[in-house]
């Protein structure tokens, strides 16, 4: 038996989203932007898939540009705020000491071309609040970028809150709704959303596509340059199979939302309840509001790799953190944020589950992790150190 507990990483893709790109990669296979008849066949499929995104998100079709994934959309957002600050004088950005590195890597780029960069702290709970980004607030910011959830700990940040204030102070609010977007509502409009990112392959959909909202009247810089495509914003033929798989994957997860997050809720909720019996763990980030599919833990005494692996012989494929950082053995930069030392950060393994996980599995995934921190715990020397006193619990 396999169990796949990693879908923070990628999902697999829906048989909705595989039958949805079948026809673009057989039939209808002209490019976009020709003028014959197989050409304008492809740019109708592609004007649907955009208006259906659109939709999807609670905006129009004019504001949707299509990207190769999250990474693309997120500086596509960021370098466009910051190009539109910098013609105004404003070179001040606001951003989460815990946003993934697609944003805090385009972040540095930018303090490097002499922008500021003001990092909130994040709380042991795994989340910020408006009146953090309100005091850090000057007349020089030009863009506030906040995750909606975050990708290791599944926090859900207080967007709408903290989109309301960035229009009133007439400051453009991007977030990266990469783990959201399938899984939470989202309505940009209501939420004053200026910029928000988003990755198919996130909610069942192809990897390689993705999509960036920027709402009307904010104009993007081109980071792609060559042809016209994408109005110009982002130069290369579209990849139109791809677009239609995950329109398709985005409509379906849309429409199965609640049930869905009921479903994965409850598994999640198990697999927690479960964890939380290991002495000396600790569960990293508040248990609401949540991911509906994260648990995150951190455990005393061990390395989160050796029980990466001892899972993956039991039939269990999870994560310690992001898998954009997983050839790194630094500690999460996450949980640092959070406040865990160095030590406990190590510990660390992170659960993502959807709505096709079981409570049978969730059952058995406590069985495994537990047999598997006792097994390394009883082969550590760290261990012994703390159990006979000679170091301090943490935990």
């Not at 539109?84 to 004088?89: I, M, Q, V």
């Not at 000491?97 to 780029?109: C, N, Q, S």
């Not at 959201?180 to 928000?196: F, M, S, T």
């Not at 763990?281 to 833990?297: E, H, K, Q, T």
Request: charged share 25%; hydrophobic share 40%.
């Amino acid at each position: 038996m396999r169990i796949y507990a990693d879908n923070a990483a990628t999902t697999k893709m829906s048989q909705h989203a595989i039958r949805a790109m079948l026809p673009y990669l057989d039939e209808i296979y002209g490019n976009p932007s020709s003028l014959h008849t197989e050409g304008q066949r492809a740019a109708e499929a592609l004007a649907d898939a955009r208006e259906r995104i659109a939709k999807a998100l609670g905006g129009t079709d004019r504001e949707i540009t299509f990207t190769s994934g999250g990474s693309e959309a997120d500086n596509l957002a960021i370098f466009s705020a910051a190009r539109l600050g910098e013609a105004k004088g404003h070179k001040h950005i606001i951003s989460t000491a815990f946003e993934h590195h697609a944003v805090l890597h385009t972040l540095d780029a930018l303090q490097k071309q002499g922008f500021s960069v003001t990092l909130l702290d994040v709380h042991e709970n795994g989340l910020i609040t408006p009146e953090q980004v309100e005091e850090a607030l000057r007349p020089d910011t030009c863009l506030v970028t906040v995750m909606y959830a975050n990708n290791e700990v599944g926090t859900i940040q207080p967007i709408a809150r903290i989109g309301k204030l960035c229009r009133e102070r007439g400051v453009l609010f991007h977030t990266d709704a990469v783990q959201a977007a399938g899984h939470l509502p989202i309505r940009v409009q209501e939420q004053n959303i200026d910029l928000l990112s988003l990755s198919a392959h996130k909610f069942h959909g192809p990897k390689g596509t993705g999509v960036l909202y920027a709402r009307k009247g904010i104009p993007l810089s081109t980071m792609i340059h060559g042809g016209a495509q994408e109005r110009g914003r982002r130069a290369g033929t579209e990849n139109l199979p791809a677009i239609m798989g995950m329109a398709a994957a985005l409509e379906d997860a849309c429409a199965h939302m609640e049930e869905n997050a009921a479903k994965t809720a409850a598994v999640r909720d198990r697999v927690i309840d479960g964890l939380s019996r290991i002495p000396h763990s600790v569960l990293n980030g508040a248990r609401d509001p949540r991911l509906p599919g994260n648990v995150n833990f951190c455990f005393e005494g061990i390395e989160g790799e050796a029980l990466l692996l001892l899972l993956d012989d039991r039939g269990i494929a999870a994560s310690s953190g992001s898998a954009c950082t997983s050839g790194s053995l630094d500690p999460s930069h996450v949980l640092l944020a959070l406040g865990r030392p160095h030590e406990i950060a190590h510990g660390s393994l992170r659960l993502t589950l959807c709505e096709e996980n079981t409570p049978e599995e969730a059952d058995y995934l406590v069985r495994a992790v537990s047999e598997a921190v006792e097994r390394l715990r009883s082969m550590s020397p760290v261990w012994r150190d703390l159990i006979s006193g000679k170091k301090e619990f943490i935990l």
